[in-house]
């Protein structure tokens, strides 16, 4: 049976590891060639490696280093940052990512998503969306450029429209959520898995295994990432890379997702 | 010589890597020229149906293949979307496929799910042999894998069939005939179980 995604998700600043909180405070963490290692004998579900300087200064996608990543992944990998063309994301797949994820050009331009599955199979596919709350309504607005610019759409109006376009898989990261380690956006996720039926993976708040488990318990089959939880330890967050066991991780998706015990 | 075909598509670096790590070397082959010392080839693959074909094509290894693979029966693996170019044609696309084992790709059409995530299959599932077959030895229980895909391998020979995932549905996840293997996950990213399946296939 298919089971739930347990994901890290490892975010990139000037080629080392860095954990934001509501992506401020960039906080090193490590370099990002022996954190995969560690995940490697860890055997983590999947990885997600988002370069957040790559929009926002517009250096692009740094193929080298993706190269180094994608060798060393002995588990899928996710790659996000700096993509806003077909060849771009051709060239990494071509490094050996099997994930290709947009984000800003996808806002701006949808357009490019029905251009890209078409070319490299709609499961190679992400579309992240980093959403934040407008505190005088509590209307979701979907923000760009590492959080810096408001965008004004709709989420859930453009992962629909993702879908049609042929995205296979949608990343939610609620910005307010981010390094709080505070429990995950069960609101804004239960209005994304309603929108859509493709892949859903929820990123932002995660503090504990039992908010994973939580968002396993709603949704069943969901992708659960985080960032935080499996960087660092501790009240002081000391960084160490961790993960659940096999057996935890068993254990966990069974507490929470009963039909998986058929 | 293991030889890991590199058409420009799929994960050629992580194959070479889960072989070095094994002390294994491995020859990458971008031309015919490349695949001569084969005694075992590696088909990878991520990406469309058509645009594999067309690859492999442009690459100028199409015949070298089929010289290697069903004259000098030569054990090949196909990964992915590197298996779906074996059956003669995809729902996927418009081109011929190899040809090589008797079937079709087709999409799945899983609305027996209990879930609302439908398609792409992506994640860890369980893959149960459904014959004794050297390439599953010691993945005959509990052995799961990586899938990321929304079309399958129909075969039209039962005996074919190597072993199957559930997903809606029983569906057919590797195929075998002879010295030609093709599986639907990816070894090369399914930790301690894809390793064994590969060092199976060196074993072969």
Same mark, same amino acid.
Request: proline share 9%; hydrophobic share 25%.
């Given at each position: 049976m298919l089971r739930p995604r347990i994901i890290p998700c490892l975010l990139m600043k000037d080629k080392g590891l860095v954990k934001t909180i509501q992506f401020k405070k960039p906080k090193y963490v490590g370099d990002p060639i022996n954190t995969v290692r560690i995940f490697n004998e860890k055997e983590v579900d999947e990885l997600i490696i988002m370069d957040i300087d790559a929009t926002t200064i517009a250096s692009g996608p740094d193929y080298k280093m993706i190269e180094h990543l994608a060798a060393e992944c002995r588990m899928p990998l996710c790659y996000g940052g700096g993509v806003t063309r077909l060849d771009q994301v051709k060239t990494i797949i071509r490094l050996g990512v099997e994930k290709v994820a947009i984000s800003a050009a996808a806002v701006e331009n949808p357009g490019i998503i029905s251009k890209i599955a078409e070319e490299v199979g709609r499961q190679s596919v992400v579309v992240v969306l980093d959403v934040k709350k407008?505190?005088? &309504?509590?209307q979701y607005e979907v923000w760009t450029h590492n959080g810096k610019k408001n965008t004004g759409k709709c989420p859930i109006k453009l992962v629909k429209e993702m879908e049609k376009l042929g995205v296979g898989e949608i990343v939610i990261n609620a910005i307010d959520h981010d390094g709080e380690m505070q429990g995950y956006d069960l609101v804004l996720s239960k209005k994304i898995r309603e929108a859509i039926t493709v892949p859903m993976t929820v990123l932002g708040g995660a503090g504990s295994l039992k908010d994973i488990g939580n968002l396993i318990g709603t949704f069943g089959i969901v992708g659960a990432s985080a960032g935080s939880l499996f960087v660092f330890k501790g009240i002081y967050k000391a960084v160490l890379i961790n993960y659940p066991c096999p057996t935890e991780k068993e254990a966990l998706i069974c507490a929470n997702y009963p039909q998986f015990m058929r | 010589m293991m030889t890991i075909v590199d058409y420009g598509l799929g994960n050629v670096m992580a194959f070479a890597n889960v072989y070095k790590r094994l002390n294994v070397s491995v020859t990458i082959a971008?031309?015919?020229? &490349?695949?001569?010392?084969?005694s075992k080839i590696i088909l990878p693959g991520v990406g469309a149906f058509d645009q594999a074909i067309e690859r492999i094509d442009q690459s100028g290894m199409r015949e070298a293949l089929n010289t290697k693979v069903l004259c000098d029966r030569v054990p090949v693996l196909g990964v992915c979307v590197g298996m779906q170019v074996?059956? #003669?044609?995809?729902?996927?696309? #418009?081109k011929s496929g190899?040809?090589?084992?008797?079937g079709q790709v087709k999409k799945f059409? *899983?609305?027996?799910? *209990? #879930?609302?995530?439908?398609?792409? #299959?992506m994640g860890w599932n369980d893959v149960q042999p459904t014959t004794k077959n050297r390439l599953f030895e010691g993945l005959e229980r509990d052995a799961r894998f990586y899938f990321l895909h929304s079309y399958y391998f129909h075969c039209i020979?039962?005996? &074919?069939?190597l072993a199957v995932s559930d997903y809606g549905g029983t569906f057919c996840c590797a195929v075998g005939s002879e010295n030609i293997y093709g599986i639907q996950f990816h070894p090369e990213k399914s930790h301690h179980f894809g390793t064994q399946l590969l060092k199976n296939f060196l074993d072969l």
């Open positions: 407008r505190p005088c &309504d509590d | 971008t031309s015919a020229f &490349d695949l001569k010392n084969a074996m059956a #003669h044609s995809s729902e996927e696309g #418009h190899l040809g090589w084992i008797e059409g *899983p609305s027996t799910l *209990p #879930h609302r995530t439908r398609l792409p #299959h020979r039962s005996e &074919d069939i």
